[in-house]
Nanobody
Framework: QVQLVESGGGVVQAGDSLRLSCAAS????????MGWFRQAPGKEREFVAG???????AYAGSVKGRFTISRDNAKNTVYLQMNSLKPEDTAVYYC????????????WGQGTQVTVSS
């Protein structure tokens, strides 16, 4: 099991930037696909971005071109750089890990709140 701890959330204004970090425990980090998800009040959790062990990335259409996911395997950390933030980006952001050969994300962090004011 991988333990994940997110940080970097906060309250910002529209147009600002934030960088979220997710520190992972365990020796399998470099082989895991990592993802960021978010859940806004009254809405279901949704995929934001993912990065494979090989560095391939995927993004939700709503954040493409504004958000960038990256990873530092030496630090067991995955990042989400969020630029040009919009009020609709307001949500709790969760980091998740998907193990090799798993079809879904297996381990989740506790979440970090991002609030974007207009």
């Amino acid at each position: 099991q991988v333990q994940l701890v997110e940080s970097g959330g906060g309250v910002v204004q529209a147009g600002d930037s934030l960088r979220l970090s997710c520190a992972a425990s365990g020796r399998t980090f470099s082989t895991n696909t990592m993802g960021w998800f978010r859940q806004a009040p009254g809405k279901e959790r949704e995929f934001v971005a993912g990065i494979t062990s090989g560095g391939s990335t995927a993004y939700a259409g709503s954040v493409k071109g504004r958000f960038t996911i990256s990873r530092d395997n030496a630090k067991n950390t995955v990042y989400l750089q969020m630029n040009s933030l919009k009020p609709e980006d307001t949500a709790v952001y969760y980091c998740a890990a998907r193990r090799v050969a798993s079809s879904e994300y297996d381990d989740w962090g506790q979440g970090t709140q991002v609030t974007v004011s207009s």
